[in-house]
């Protein structure tokens, strides 16, 4: 979070001899008690889980969706082995997390929660996308096929929102990683930063207004 906020300040035109020797005060939001336990947590699960090598990582960061303050950010599992931002640097592929950008697409164009749509399997060209464990539960209501995670569903929704439609959606709630022009993208398949999808999500937590 230090390297973030240097990084920040350096931007805003201040030199690093300046941020460090200037007899500044630089104040944050993070709150330190979150903060903590948010550190704790990453690294007691790493350690149950058996997660101890070096290039096995996780990162977690939580700000007030209203505020835009930045309460708790842990990069890495510990700073001392390895200074990579995995907030704001790492890509990585969000499987269903990315579907909230095609079901907001479709929302914006019309789409209902009540609305019925197929969950059945379904092929479009060469591509066949499956349920996870091949379960399928025939028409339900779209609110349920995001409850669930439907692969086939979310399918279906960038097929008729347009996948144009749903990267310019991912680009207008912040993501700037590449996003390949492709149906599958609706189930993730484009690398994105933690920092980027979960400012996405705050916007809806918001409101709809991006902080």
Not at 83 to 107: L, N
Not at 166 to 180: D, E, H, S, W
Request: one cysteine or more; glycine letters at 8%; a neutral charge.
């Amino acid at each position: 979070f230090a390297d973030y906020v240097m990084r920040e300040l350096q931007q805003l035109g201040f030199s690093e001899e300046e941020i460090s020797q200037g007899g500044y005060k630089i104040y944050t939001t993070l709150n330190y008690g979150m903060q903590q336990a948010a550190q704790d947590k990453v690294y007691d699960n790493m350690q149950r889980w058996g997660l101890t090598k070096n290039y096995q990582q996780a990162a977690l960061f939580s700000y007030d969706t209203v505020t835009g303050k930045i309460l708790a950010y842990v990069g890495g599992k510990d700073y001392s082995q390895s200074q990579f931002d995995r907030v704001t640097q790492a890509t990585r592929q969000p499987g269903s997390a990315f579907k909230m950008f095609v079901y907001t697409t479709a929302c914006e164009q019309g789409l209902m929660p009540d609305m019925l749509y197929s969950d059945t399997p379904v092929s479009f060209a060469e591509w066949s996308p499956h349920n996870y464990g091949h379960k399928y539960r025939g028409k339900i209501p779209v609110y349920m096929a995001l409850a669930v995670s439907s692969n086939v569903v979310a399918a279906r929704l960038i097929m008729d929102a347009g996948v144009d439609e749903t990267i310019k959606m991912a680009r207008r709630l912040g993501i700037t990683t590449p996003i390949p022009n492709d149906p599958t993208i609706a189930l993730g398949s484009p690398a994105v930063k933690l920092f980027e999808i979960t400012n996405a999500y705050g916007a809806l937590a918001n409101g709809g207004i991006l902080i």
